[in-house]
């Protein structure tokens, strides 16, 4: 495909004409030779659960050996997908507990509890006592109760006494409720297991549960544990896009999605000793700058800049002037390895969990994290030596974000309670509020639609917050800074003006979609009403992962009207295709809608939103 079709921006244009003038495959490539890809899959009428087959089902052939049909074979196949995204965010979370863990016994002095406040407070919501309690035994406490939310000891994961009476009178129903998280896992890949569940709305109803698992469970705990022990984000300006890398400078990417790794890399790129051993080679500093989810926690609590989002991450190393990427786990292409080998750049990887061939590897762990994340920096730092001059090109200047919107941020700089909020909202003046997440997909012209969506809805008076890969993509089109207010409506303008933000708000990196979840439940309980009764929705214009799906599912299944721009591969079974595309709306009051067209897509929100407001009196 011709360059222009590939991406909206100029950093990666010229990025991937740099990319075929020096022989090096990118994603893209890649892609064009998977095209077209097996018609079995896409519908995902394919299985491989045992070894009776692998089957593929049709209108020819409706049955699997054992007799599975194709809403079985699909519904089996989703369910799995959803599976593993909630493991990614889940076992992420749970490394932040291992995290707190290591504090709690003193194994670790490089991290700490920075946020005492939110500590007491999170302890409270789970029903642990905190009053004149020293912190380390509500910091341990804390721990167990997260820890055992991941088990099969407890009715339901601990996070859901922020869910809404009624909304959770509506998951005991459907016996959704997640009640831990890798015991949901577990029982999906269970049901999946050839001749178990073999009922596709059955199945499905448990991908939802497993999904909140996810949103409720283990992204809730990663989100929460990660502002205790880094730090509440803040509002702050930061800047974006590849003009970050700085061509004077030993510039370390940190990629991936876990802080726990990327924090102490960063405090370690302070260390005078290693600045000193960059300046001697001739580098004027260290500048860490962020690819994707951990690049999004680093932003929203450090401000550090971002350098690109998933189908920038190649890229990124095509400047030429990455002397190191750093990485923890998950939407890592193993490509990467490749790219930096065609230059100086050193690709390390830190988790016996997500180990790269041909990496240079650390086993991180928190006891000896400053002292690794020293002896990685100073790999980067080496390597500025071995840098060819001639072959660096930094395609553009960075533009300016405003990042650091956390609940707690936003509360305060509204005076205190949501209640600005909701008076805005019941005004008119913010008429309602659209999630927008996830990813890039080399099927879908970078960020065309990530930018385009927020942009149409915007413009009618509906709040976007933004998180994962869509962050870099509204603050390359410059939707980030307080400024953008002039392409939003007048109401949103107004609100937004008056309190000098952007129109679209930085949220976090996907497990902080957490945030997103927590917010509406508390406009809910606000308002005395379920999260279904609310003018919002949520949307994955671009969405490649598993990670994505569980998003979106535990996003509808919590009573949020989601979108999609393209299918996930059920297609090839009418009656999960349905269910999931108008049957969940009578089951838990939302659905997801599929629509490649993002004025279509603003204009669907914007019914659903009128809907909503009326309903509500509004
Ligand atoms: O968790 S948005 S491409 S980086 S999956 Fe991945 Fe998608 Fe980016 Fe973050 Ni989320
Ligand atoms: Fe085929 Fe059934 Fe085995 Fe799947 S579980 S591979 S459909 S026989």
């Known amino acids: ?195 178990c569940d073999n009922d596709a709305p059955n199945t499905m109803i448990h991908a939802a549960r497993t999904a909140l698992a996810d949103g409720w469970g283990g992204s809730m705990i990663g989100t929460e544990l990660s502002d205790v022990i880094f730090g509440v984000p803040t509002p702050k300006m930061s800047t974006a896009n590849l003009g970050v890398i700085k061509a004077d400078k030993v510039n370390l990417l940190v990629h991936g999605h876990n802080p726990v790794v990327s924090e102490m890399i960063l405090a370690a790129a302070r260390d005078p000793e290693l600045l000193a051993r960059a300046k001697e080679l001739g580098a004027t500093g260290i500048n860490v700058a962020g690819l994707c989810c951990t690049g999004n926690e680093l932003l929203m609590r450090q401000g550090i800049p971002m350098a690109g989002n998933h189908l920038m991450t190649e890229l990124a190393i095509i400047t030429g002037a990455v002397e190191a990427i750093v990485v923890d786990y998950q939407c890592i292409m193993p490509s990467l390895v490749q790219v930096s080998g065609c230059y100086h750049t050193k690709f390390i990887d830190t988790a016996n969990k997500a180990r790269f061939s041909g990496a240079i590897h650390f086993d991180f762990q928190p006891k000896t994290a400053m002292k690794q994340a020293r002896e990685i920096v100073s790999i980067a730092v080496e390597a500025f030596a071995q840098r060819d001059a001639g072959r660096v090109d930094i395609p553009c200047e960075p533009v300016e974000i405003m990042t650091g919107f956390s609940n707690e941020a936003v509360t305060a700089a509204l005076g205190g309670s949501l209640d600005p909020l909701v008076q805005a909202i019941a005004a008119g003046d913010i008429r309602g509020a659209v999630g927008i997440v996830g990813c890039n997909n080399p099927k879908i012209k970078q960020d065309s639609l990530n930018v385009k969506l927020a942009e149409e809805l915007i413009k009618k008076d509906i709040l976007v917050l933004v998180t994962g890969c869509v962050t870099t993509a509204a603050g390359k089109a410059g939707l980030l800074v307080p400024d953008a207010i002039e392409k939003a409506g007048p109401g949103l303008k107004k609100v937004c003006g008056a309190l000098g933000i952007p129109p679209v708000l930085h949220y976090g990196s996907c497990v902080d979609n957490a945030r997103i979840l927590q917010l509406c439940a508390a406009l809910a309980n606000a308002l005395n009403v379920d999260i279904s009764d609310l003018p919002v929705g949520a949307s994955s214009p671009e969405w490649y992962s598993e990670k994505a799906a569980a998003i979106g599912l535990y996003a509808v299944a919590s009573g949020i009207y989601t979108h999609l721009g393209h299918p996930p591969n059920i297609l090839g079974s009418e009656t999960v295709t349905n269910l999931a595309v108008s049957g969940l709306e009578d089951l838990v009051g939302a659905t997801f809608f599929i629509e490649g067209d993002m004025v279509k897509a603003a204009d669907m929100f914007d019914e659903r939103i009128k809907t909503k407001r009326k309903a509500l009196g509004l």
């Open 1 to 195: 495909r011709p360059i222009e079709e590939l991406s909206i921006w100029d950093d990666a244009k010229a990025m991937l004409k740099k990319a075929r003038a020096e022989g090096i495959q990118t994603v893209h490539d890649r892609l064009d030779r998977q095209t077209p890809h097996c018609k079995f899959c896409e519908l995902g009428t394919t299985c491989r659960n045992c070894t009776m087959g692998p089957c593929r089902v049709s209108e020819k052939n409706p049955l699997g050996v054992c007799g599975a049909d194709a809403d079985v074979i699909v519904a089996r196949n989703f369910g799995r997908f959803v599976a593993g995204g909630a493991a990614g965010h889940s076992d992420h979370g749970r490394d932040l507990i291992e995290v707190l863990e290591a504090i709690v016994e003193g194994e670790t002095s490089d991290y700490k509890i920075t946020e005492e406040n939110k500590l007491r407070a999170i302890a409270g919501e789970v029903g642990i006592k905190t009053d004149g309690r020293p912190t380390m035994d509500v910091a341990r406490d804390v721990m167990e109760c997260f820890f055992a939310d991941f088990g099969s000891r407890k009715k339901e994961v601990s996070f859901l006494s922020r869910v809404p009476k009624v909304r959770k009178d509506k998951w005991a129903g459907l016996k959704m409720i997640p009640r831990g998280v890798d015991r949901e896992i577990a029982e999906m890949m269970h049901r999946t297991h050839m001749g």
